[in-house]
């Protein structure tokens, strides 16, 4: 258990709602890491932080932005979402540890935007 | 475009025997690999790393093996067993970047038989 949880686990809502996504982590982990979760597509990277107020886009980051005030919670907020939107999300933590990173994950929300 | 492919969705093998799940990725550049391990409504569980200045590396029944020069790493799973049913993501990163990002392949799909 790597001492990360997200909330809400499942989320349904309507489309140009806003949602927000929370990560918690227990480590202290410097890194943390947005992704969603498609078949076809496996896990794409939407934004992640390097520490408190530091984040950078991922490769699927339109539509979405994120916020970090503090080392343990990482949030993600869909400005307006869409049904395009519908996904699994997935936190990750790491370390950053140039010579033997691995992330660990939480263990998703599904959302469902109608 | 894809950097890194897994270009089989699935794959089914007997109970005892040695599943393979094969790894291909185009940028030279990427230095460090991980392989995680899925099962359905939990997050991606971390299996194995290998870095580039390593060409095996092993944990249990589980070997990842790189070739660098056809840029395609494999994981080995010996022996098989119903357990290892699941959804197999391999993720590679490029140490030189300055981050810590990875990207994902699109997972092979393994059922092992009894």
């Known amino acids: 258990d790597a001492g990360i949880t997200q909330s809400p686990r499942h989320k349904v809502t309507e489309t140009g709602t806003p949602v927000t996504l929370r990560c918690h982590q227990t480590e202290n982990h410097r890194y943390m890491y947005w992704y969603r979760q498609d078949p076809g597509h496996g896990l794409r990277l939407i934004h992640y932080?390097?520490?408190?107020?530091?984040?950078d886009k991922g490769e699927v980051s339109d539509g979405y932005s994120v916020s970090r005030s503090k080392t343990e919670d990482f949030l993600l907020t869909l400005e307006s979402a869409t049904s395009s939107q519908t996904s699994v999300y997935f936190c990750a933590i790491s370390e950053g540890d140039r010579f033997a990173d691995t992330q660990y994950f939480g263990p998703g929300t599904r959302l469902t935007v109608l | 475009d894809q950097q890194v492919k897994q270009n089989s969705p699935s794959l089914s093998v007997q109970e005892g025997r040695i599943s393979i799940l094969n790894c291909d990725y185009t940028?030279?550049?990427?230095?460090?690999f991980l392989w995680y391990k899925k099962y359905p409504a939990e997050g991606p569980t971390f299996l194995i790393s290998?870095?580039?200045?390593?060409d095996k590396n092993e944990d249990g029944r589980f070997t990842v093996f790189l070739n660098k020069s056809a840029k395609h790493l494999s994981l080995h799973i010996v022996p098989s067993q119903p357990g290892d049913s699941a959804v197999y993501f391999c993720a590679a990163s490029a140490s030189t970047s300055g981050t810590y990002k990875y990207i994902f392949g699109t997972g092979t799909r393994l059922k092992v038989l009894a």
């Open positions: 932080s390097y520490g408190v107020k530091d984040t």
């Open positions: 940028n030279s550049m990427f230095d460090y």
């Open positions: 290998i870095s580039s200045i390593k």
